[in-house]
T-cell receptor
């Protein structure tokens, strides 16, 4: 049982480049979400989804897009990378409001 | 929206001493509360959760937390700290306004001294 799998683990981008952070879960969880973690800021919600085809914005959505075409996958797209998007990104999934979230191991992104 | 505050950025505890990490929540109804731990360079691991019922919640690794509605608190405790407990600890609340995603506190960094 792999849980939540994030790829890649590390990535360096140049300013203006685009890329997709992958997130997949094999637990048939309906709820999925993306967070970014910055020093002293805790984890902040970027986008979330409550099921296939349903996504919405969190606290810090600017510069990011998501889609949820299947229950398993929830990719995060950076449209035009900026140095301010240098961060560690975590994907998480949950079976619902009475359950905790399982987190992936994270993607460390550096934008130069 | 539901939110949590962790008043302590850093805590230093001697090995074998007791530990209490503070978390205060903001929400009128009963919140769904969590404690997560993050070791350096790692992802987040769920320690325990509270939804309703017994206000003293037992978790993994010998941790427990007590929900106190009168104080709007959900403090994490451990009777005797081990050096391996050194990590970052996050309190979080489920936000019903954001599809029950989590709102996190800014974290408390725990240092354990010999």
């Amino acid at each position: 049982n792999a849980g939540v799998t994030q790829t890649p683990k590390f990535q360096v981008l140049k300013t203006g480049q685009s890329m997709t952070l992958q997130c997949a879960q094999d637990m048939n969880h309906e709820y999925m979400s993306w967070y970014r973690q910055d020093p002293g800021m805790g984890l902040r919600l970027i986008h979330y989804s409550v099921g296939a085809g349903i996504t919405d914005q969190g606290e810090v959505p600017n510069g990011y897009n998501v889609s949820r075409s299947t229950t398993e996958d929830f990719p995060l797209r950076l449209l035009s990378a900026a140095p301010s998007q240098t961060s560690v990104y975590f994907c998480a999934s949950s079976a619902g409001q009475y359950y905790g979230y399982t987190f992936g191991s994270g993607t460390r992104l550096t934008v130069v | 929206a539901q939110s949590v505050t962790q008043p302590d950025i850093h805590i230093t505890v001697s090995e074998g001493a007791s530990l209490e990490l503070r978390c205060n929540y903001s929400y009128g109804a009963t919140p769904y509360l969590f404690w997560y731990v993050q070791s350096p360079g790692q992802g987040l691991q769920l320690l325990l959760k509270y939804f309703s019922g017994d206000t003293l919640v037992q978790g993994i690794k010998g941790f427990e937390a007590e929900f106190k509605r009168s104080q709007s608190s959900f403090n994490l405790r451990k009777p005797s700290v081990h050096w391996s407990d050194a990590a970052e600890y996050f309190c979080a609340v489920m936000n019903s306004n954001s599809g029950y995603a989590l709102n996190f506190g800014k974290g408390t960094s725990l240092l354990v001294t010999p």
